[in-house]
DNA sequence: GAGTATTTTCAAATAATATTTGAAAGTTAT
DNA sequence: ATAACTTTCAAATATTATTTGAAAATACTC
């Protein structure tokens, strides 16, 4: 894939679905263009469109590499934009990026707290378990579960031993029973979380320096934090999350913790920032209040662990 | 910007802080990456290193378009992937993308009701306001507020009247009042909703014929727009929102329309085949229920509008 | 501090790639 | 059936990328 022009050219073929039309839009010979989406395609190696000698359409393939390709394109003029904008440094306001689950239903009255606290300050949020989308905008703060990317972040280690436990309300315990042991998970419905088309089916747990790993499965896979959790406590199934974010739902008794014997994998949440240079008093002010208040939420949920 | 080609020599060269290094890692001669560095930093318009005779060090410019630019070839290379791997059409798997806020608060009780009456089916949720997500991943159905990109999709207005409304909580309207016009939103707190950066600011109404648009601002800005319904119904500020969003929220007094004299954008809501030959009798099935229980919520959602 | 090694960049020469041109074959509309 | 339009082939031409050799500067070692 050595140009982005045959990706333009890909693009206004299959918006016209006439390689002559998209020749004509971008100044160039059909035969320019016939050759570029040959490239393309050898590149690729599929066939991007069924030709007739009168038109194009799209293969299957030729589907999903548009959508991706046009969303490519798109971040790279949104990143030109950005470097030639400059970071609107204003100050007063905080862009966060936060995991979906933790972030709605556990940040959200502690940000009301602080801007409570800090009149003026204006606070842009971005929800999502996306590692893309911690990528996309120039950010001050980022909660994240887990290992980060190495690049030079600057990581506070939040809750380092962070885990993830089994739980299910306790209708569905009423209903299928608690399993005795992370075995018998395999007859129950699990309720599994995907990222970027990755599902996490394989659940891990240690015991007196014994390991387990259970293929699990189950009726239910999303892509939010937020989404497995709200299955769980609607008693659909069995949910393998961090405890962070089920640590309210504990104490409440809308979900309750499985296998407590068993220790689940360890998730880590680390409070990052972007870039040392962004640093402002303002954003020292809103990460010691959160590592506080994280401090406390996981001794809140340690005590859940036992 | 040409060539694919120079990103990925100014990925290397970012990561190694060496214009040689780089050149020999893609077995060119330092001479041919440095005249591509060049060549991509004039394309832009923004230099994307400070150079000594020794060395590179990014600028904030070279950092934000690193990223973006990191992200682009992370989405070619995967929708590469997915266009030779082929859609997994496993007949049972269903995947549906859905908005943040409606999906979550609305239809996982829907979906959860639907799997009750069809046992075997397993979803996939893709819950985000993104539109990018909505590329990402070969789709059975998508619902999705507003006009769809033209991409011919097979589109099923399932509430083409729906609007966006006016709205807070109790508690914020006992301490701020309601405003009697939208024009004294100007000096009210309003809850903002942002995608890809565009912060939707400009809140526009209509009343008898007449148009008024309002430039709005608060401390508050969120990507997700569950985060921007929570705020609201905290008494944070003020919410424009989908009125089938609020709908609940409506009826149970968590929230309360302002201003319902003046009719707010309309927001219709669709929902979206990716493609006709991929509607097996579940997806139909599928498709009919939601287009039911969506008419019924647009119906119970219409009864506040007036 | 001096000498050496390594870096980045310039300009000209060379190599590689993209585009045009002209023509052929096929489809579609009238 | 005819005309108009399409896509693609192959050769010629144009454009762009890379290499080569050299210069200037920095960083490292002694």
Redesign the interface.
């Known amino acids: ?5 045959d990706l333009e050219i890909f693009h206004q073929a299959a918006d016209t679905g006439s390689l002559s039309e998209a020749a004509r839009r971008l100044e160039l010979t059909p035969a320019a263009a016939s050759a570029a989406l040959k490239r393309l395609e050898e590149e ?3 066939p991007l469109f069924l030709r007739s000698t009168r038109s194009l359409r799209l293969t ?6 548009l ?10 003029i ?3 934009e ?3 904008g ?2 609107a440094d204003s100050r007063g306001v905080l862009q966060l990026s936060l995991p ?1 689950d933790l ?2 239903n556990v940040l ?2 502690w940000l ?1 707290e602080f ?1 409570a606290i800090n009149p ?9 378990d ?1 590692l ?2 911690f ?4 950010l001050d703060l980022t909660l994240r579960y887990g290992k980060l990317p190495d690049s030079g972040l600057v990581a506070l280690p939040i809750a380092p031993a962070n885990q993830r436990i089994l739980c299910a309300s306790p209708g569905y315990i009423r209903r299928h029973g608690a399993p005795a042991s992370p075995l018998e998970l395999t007859g129950l419905n699990c309720l599994c979380y ?1 990222l ?2 990755y599902v996490h089916d394989r659940w891990r747990f240690t015991r007196d320096g014994q390991e387990m790993t259970v293929q699990v499965t ?7 934090g ?2 497995v959790r ?2 769980a406590v ?1 008693g ?1 199934g069995i949910a393998y999350k961090s405890a962070l974010d089920v640590a309210g739902d504990l104490a409440a008794g809308r979900l309750i913790r499985l296998c407590p014997d068993w220790r689940g994998e360890t998730v880590p949440l680390n409070l990052v920032c972007s ?1 040392r240079r962004r640093i402002s008093p303002m954003v020292q002010k809103l990460r010691e209040f959160l590592s506080r208040q994280c401090t406390a939420l996981a001794a809140t949920a340690a005590a859940h662990l036992g």
Chains 1, 2 share one sequence.
């Open positions: 894939m050595k140009a982005l022009r690729l190696g599929v299957d393939e030729g589907r999903v590499f959508e991706h390709s046009r969303q490519a394109m798109q971040l790279l949104e990143g030109q950005a470097a030639l400059g970071s979906s972030g709605r959200l009255p009301d801007q003026g300050l204006q606070l842009r949020l971005l929800l999502s996306h893309a989308d990528y996309r905008q120039p995907m970027s088309e189950g009726d239910r896979i999303a892509d939010d937020d989404a709200r299955w609607a659909e870039d």
